[in-house]
């Protein structure tokens, strides 16, 4: 990944197309003049998007907006409540269709809206999988729903044996169910026992808020797979991800850099203060 400028003591990130270290975007409602400022500022740094919910039905300018994506090679996705809607109505068949109408490369297959038995979920992610690129999600939208560990685990497996290529750990935008407690808190004990039988890599966390954000990257490093970022936190994410905001400063640097010697020559005569770590 180009740097302007030679810092030591840094991460590798992998270029683009990455396998790890996936940047997963949630558009809520972008303008096309927005994705034109958000793959400027941010492209190098993104991996996926996700036109959220069901919103790609009233989106304005959809097919620009897709086309724009397509022609700045950024893969693009409806997100998987909009299939749920065509689920519960009977209109999987149209849905294969309007994926077919938009040339849509990637699809999102998951059950947090409408009660779903998972072998009839394993089925349409394998359906799926035979025409795009499946990401499937795991994990209730509704507060206080509480899954076992051993059937998140469960699940997760059979969706990836379906055909999924990633698996999303569900949290909702808000960063209060699924993988968190209601206060934002990550449900260590579950994540801790999900990846001591999947494959990290093989999981996207979604992870709203800031300190989600960094909590996985301290837990598993600057290449874990993180989604349901807002585009105005790209940069700020990837800072957190090289260890250039005050959260990660240390994770990369060798003890014996958390206290550096001072050069008396870059303190400014006897008005500075210099403040112990």
């Known amino acids: ?47 996926v998007i996700k036109l959220g919910f069901g919103s790609s039905l009233i989106t304005p300018k959809l097919d620009r907006k897709l086309a724009f994506f397509k022609e700045a090679g950024m893969p693009v996705y409806f997100g998987g409540t909009l299939l749920e809607a065509f689920i519960v109505r009977g ?6 269709r309007l994926l077919d109408k938009y040339k849509m490369e990637y699809a999102e297959v998951s059950d947090g809206s409408i009660t779903m038995p998972h072998p009839e979920k394993c089925h349409y992610i394998h359906r799926l999988s035979k025409r795009v690129t499946v990401i499937s999600e795991v994990g209730s939208k509704e507060e206080g729903i509480l899954i076992r560990p051993t059937m998140w685990i469960d699940m997760i497996n059979a969706e990836l044996e379906a055909g999924a290529w990633k698996v999303i750990a569900e949290a909702r935008e808000s960063g209060t169910v699924g993988i968190y407690r209601p206060n934002g808190k990550a449900h260590v004990m579950l994540i801790n026992k999900i990846v001591s039988k999947i494959p990290s890599d093989k999981i996207i966390w979604e992870t709203p808020q800031k300190s989600q954000q960094v909590y996985f990257i301290k837990h598993f490093g600057a290449n874990v797979n993180l989604g349901n970022i807002a585009p105005n936190e790209v940069i700020a994410l990837e800072s957190l991800r090289l260890g250039l905001r005050s959260d990660t400063f240390f994770q990369y640097l060798d003890k014996g850099m958390r206290n550096p010697a ?8 006897n008005k500075s203060t210099v403040k112990a770590e």
């Not at 991460?11 to 949630?26: C, N």
């Not at 209109?91 to 294969?96: A, R, V």
């Open 91 to 96: 209109q999987f068949d149209d849905y294969l």
């Open 262 to 269: 001072i050069d008396p020559r870059t303190l400014s005569s």
């Open 1 to 47: 990944m180009a740097m302007n400028f030679e810092l030591t003591h840094m991460p590798e990130r992998p270029d683009k197309p990455r396998k790890t270290g996936l940047t997963m975007v949630m558009d809520k409602g972008l303008s096309i003049r927005d994705c034109e400022n958000l793959i400027e500022s941010s492209g190098d740094y993104i991996d």
